[in-house]
């Protein structure tokens, strides 16, 4: 049981290149969930999904894309990234809110 | 809208002396409080929850927080800390829409 797993955990990208970010959680959890934290600000939503096809917009969702095929994986693309998508990119499941959410090691991502 | 507070950005403390991060909240329905720790590099766990029932709610490594709805606080105390709980610290509300609202956090430094 893995947990919730994230690729890659670093990356460096240049201004208006493109990337996705990998998110895999073995839990069966229907509920997924991509969030940024920048020093000083906590972590912001910014996509979020219910199952398998179901996506929503969280509070910071411009400049991202995300979808969700099946229940296990939920990537967020990044489709012309910019200075200010420079952040620790975490992914989250959990099986029914309000109950736990688990967190994957995170991606560093720097855009220069 | 919901929000979340944590009162205290820096939290300096001796081995072994008590602990008390704050955190006050504000919603108009129903909440769920949650504490997560995040240490150095790493994903966020949980430390605890309050879905309902008994205000004091008990966690890991013997932290434990008090629900109190009057003055709207989930403050996490802890009776002695150990160097090993030196780390950043994040309160976060939901509510039955299943979106989590993290505060800023509070970084818990604990000295020798």
């Known amino acids: 049981n893995a947990g919730v797993t994230q690729t890659p955990k670093f990356r460096i990208l240049k201004i208006g290149q493109s990337m996705t970010l990998q998110c895999a959680q073995d839990?069966?959890?229907?509920?997924m969930y991509w969030y940024r934290q920048d020093p000083g600000m906590g972590l912001k939503l910014i996509y979020y999904?219910?199952?398998?096809?179901?996506?929503d917009k969280g509070e910071v969702p411009n400049g991202y894309n995300v979808s969700r095929s099946t229940t296990e994986d939920f990537p967020l693309r990044l489709e012309l990234a910019a200075p200010s998508q420079t952040s620790v990119y975490f992914c989250?499941?959990?099986?029914?809110?309000?109950?736990?959410?688990?967190f994957g090691p995170g991606t560093r991502l720097l855009v220069l | 809208a919901q929000s979340v507070t944590q009162l205290d950005s820096q939290v300096p403390v001796f081995e072994e002396a008590p602990v008390e991060l704050r955190c006050n909240y504000s919603?108009?329905?129903?909440?769920?409080l949650f504490w997560y720790v995040q240490y150095p590099n790493q994903g966020l766990q949980l430390l605890l929850k309050?879905?309902?029932?008994?205000?004091l709610v008990k966690g890991i490594n013997g932290f434990e927080a008090e629900f109190n709805k009057s003055q709207t606080s989930f403050h996490l105390r802890k009776p002695s800390v150990h160097i090993s709980d030196t780390a950043e610290y994040f309160c976060?509300?939901?509510?039955?829409?299943?979106?989590?609202?993290f505060g800023t956090g509070t970084r818990l430094q604990v000295f020798p």
């Open positions: 839990m069966n959890h229907n509920y």
């Open positions: 976060a509300v939901s509510d039955r829409v299943r979106k989590l609202i």
């Open positions: 919603s108009s329905v129903s909440v769920y």
């Open positions: 309050y879905l309902s029932g008994s205000t």
């Open positions: 989250a499941s959990s099986y029914s809110p309000p109950e736990t959410q688990y």
């Open positions: 999904s219910v199952g398998a096809g179901i996506t």
